[in-house]
């Protein structure tokens, strides 16, 4: 065998080394050439510490409701609204859609007002009123009426009862 | 034939045994994926538990953060579920997973979102369990030096930049080949092993004295 870190395979060849990953037969003919080579021992004993430092990197366990939460994402997706899927399809997939609620409430409410003191709208307001007034009046006027009847029949039938005064 | 004259069997390598498992679990995953395409929602639930794992440890790994990892992993899940309708078993299963979860993990580390990296002795270990650290100098020794390795190798792998650390996460803890892991990261086989020769020299000088 050649020197791998003079051939230019050296590389690789180390890499596979350090990953225990050569078949045994390329493995002990490496082995023999290390022993004679000190820039490819040296290598060769770097990688293997590498490989077993990474090793030492444990990994973390999975929470134990993992799977329900992506199936819990799936169901909310697919009861997404027409309105929100169309949103979710313009607007760009950084944007958040959610600040869009309040601001689309606020637009909302903004234009209510602006209704409500839009000199279109307020005909209609004491147009609905008048009728209401003009209803209270008649009525106020009908019971005047009928007190002045009442005092006209009583003073004509005092007149009737009474004696007429020299 | 043993001195015997008896026909024995000889033994076949572990790695023949290990190919044939991995041709039998891809084979299994393309089923499995054909079949959520399908509408079968249960056959996404045994996806699932076969490849959480992996994912969430690469993600772990990639962005060193367990909220963020899991969040994304969610995601890649969910990914592969919107596209359930156009899957096409054209290539692995994994392949097409890591490229997903490679994808939204480099764009969290471009995004900056990350945690605090460093656990404390009163949180969880990466086993899930909290550490007890009992009472007797040559146990918190060695808890210490197992923190101070731990420590190295974690910032060692953050010091590399996003792409050979993809890299090397893959080929050392999932133990993709070079021609999936160019798959996965779109570029050529002699574009990953320039990647991961980088990255390894890079470590050998970081972590080469932790032998």
């Known amino acids: ?166 | 034939m043993n001195p015997d004259g008896i026909d024995t069997p000889t033994a076949q390598p572990s790695w023949n045994t290990r190919v044939k498992d991995t041709i039998r679990s891809l084979e299994r995953d393309a089923e499995l994926m054909l079949r959520v395409r399908d509408g079968d929602q249960a056959s996404f639930g045994l996806l699932l538990e076969r490849h959480r794992g992996s994912v969430i440890h690469f993600l772990y790994r990639m962005v060193q953060s367990r909220a963020v990892a899991e969040e994304l992993a969610q995601e890649v899940f969910l990914r592969v579920y919107r596209s359930r309708s156009s899957y096409e078993p054209s290539a692995k299963f994994t392949t097409w997973l890591f490229r997903i979860a490679t994808h939204l993990g480099l764009n969290s580390i471009r995004d900056g979102r990350k945690e605090s990296r460093q656990e404390s002795l009163d949180q969880e270990t990466s086993e899930g369990t909290v550490r007890q650290v009992a009472d007797g100098a040559p146990n918190v020794e060695q808890e210490l030096v197992y923190e101070v390795k731990l420590r190295e190798v974690r910032q060692a792998i953050e010091s590399l930049p996003a792409k050979q650390r993809a890299a090397v996460l893959m080929h050392k803890y999932d133990e993709l080949e070079y021609a999936e892991i160019a798959s996965v990261l779109s570029c050529s086989e002699s574009a990953v092993k320039s990647l991961l020769f980088r990255a390894y020299e890079h470590l050998r000088l970081r972590l080469a004295h932790l032998a």
């Open chain 1, 1 to 166: 065998m050649g020197c791998p870190v003079e051939d230019g395979t050296g590389a690789e060849l180390i890499v596979a080394y350090g990953a225990r990953k050569l078949d045994p037969e390329q493995e002990s003919e490496l082995e023999r050439h290390l022993t004679l080579c000190p820039s490819c021992r040296e290598l060769a004993q770097a990688q293997r510490a590498v490989w077993s430092a990474l090793d030492a990197w444990p990994s973390i366990a999975v929470s134990p409701n993992f799977d329900q939460l992506v199936f819990h994402r799936i169901a909310n997706e697919q009861q997404r609204t027409p309105f929100t899927g169309w949103l979710r399809r313009w607007l760009p997939a950084r944007w958040s859609w959610r600040p869009v609620v309040p601001v689309g409430a606020a637009c909302a409410a903004l234009i209510a007002a602006f209704l409500l003191k839009s000199p279109v709208l307020q005909p209609l307001t004491s147009s609905e009123n008048q009728p209401k007034l003009q209803i209270e009046q008649v009525e106020h006027a009908l019971d005047d009426m009928d007190m002045l009847k009442q005092l006209g029949v009583e003073s004509a039938s005092e007149k009737a009862h009474s004696p007429e005064k020299i």
